[in-house]
């Protein structure tokens, strides 16, 4: 087992992934290592969002990866994987569930969980990876302004014990990071496309000022999301160019 080798857990603290940052300037730090918390005073989302998570309710964890056979320029494979992972995860209580590009988890029109992969890249080496995920188990309120929350509990009206879930997930995603270092990148990325929420439905999607009706083909190997039109034009788009309407 790489993830998982090494558990470090605090009561709280002010953010899993800036809290493994840290560690990982002290170089002992060991492949696999994760840093798991019951609160986060300032838990990160993507686009300088925060990510808020009721006290000793869900998973709140970041893994430390030493990805050096992966090119820079393929660092979405590890988004793939690790987008995968959690859903291998939630597959084992309730099928269904989706990835919603590039990589918040869905159920239905639900987002359950999040992921914050920073990597800190030298010259042409992925030096190290930080995976954070937040994932939604026994939660049953949340804020108004977060959008479209569930959880597991939510979903299922069932109460789950965070450590045997933990414990699974972090199975899960070695069993993907294996899978990413050591197998078929070209079966990953099949997975991915085919677990893509809106996967070829036609949708209204936003880029800017144009409102447009589309539909997913694609995510390149550089993880840029390819529309197809009405009239058979594709798009692409990266990260923050284009918005999910309806
Ligand atoms: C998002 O969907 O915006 C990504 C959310 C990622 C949240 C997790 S919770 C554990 C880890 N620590 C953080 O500060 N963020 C990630």
């Known amino acids: 087992m790489i993830i998982g080798s090494n558990l470090i857990f605090y009561e709280n603290l002010s953010s899993t992934n800036s809290v493994a940052a840290l560690l990982l300037k002290d170089k002992e730090i060991e492949e696999g290592t994760v840093v798991y918390t019951d609160f986060q005073t300032a ?7 925060r990510w808020e998570s009721e006290p000793g309710k869900n998973l709140l964890f970041s893994v430390i990866l030493c990805p050096s056979s992966i090119d820079p320029e393929d660092q979405f494979l590890l988004s793939m994987a690790v987008s995968l ?10 099928p269904g569930s989706k ?20 990597n800190s890249i030298m010259g042409e080496n992925i030096e190290s990876t930080v995976a954070g995920i937040g994932l939604n188990i026994n939660q049953e309120m949340f804020a108004g302004h977060i959008l479209n929350p569930v959880s597991l509990r939510l979903i299922t009206g ?46 209204t999607y936003r880029s800017g000022d144009i409102i447009f009706t589309g539909r ?31």
């Open 85 to 94: 992972g959690i859903c291998d995860f939630i597959d084992r209580y309730i």
């Open 158 to 203: 069932r109460e789950y014990d965070r450590v045997i879930c933990l414990k699974q997930l972090l199975t899960d995603l070695d069993v993907r990071y294996k899978q990413l270092l050591y197998g078929d990148r070209e079966t990953l990325t099949s997975e991915y496309i085919a677990r893509l929420y809106r996967f070829k439905e036609w949708c």
């Open 216 to 246: 997913i083909l694609n995510v390149t190997s550089s993880g840029r999301l390819q529309i197809g039109k009405k009239k058979g034009k594709v798009m692409e788009f990266s990260f923050k160019e284009i918005d999910f309407i309806l």
């Open 43 to 49: 838990g990160r989302g993507q686009t300088g969002n």
């Open 99 to 118: 990835i919603k590009w590039p990589n918040d988890i869905y159920f239905k029109d639900g987002k359950i969980s999040g992921i914050l992969i920073e």
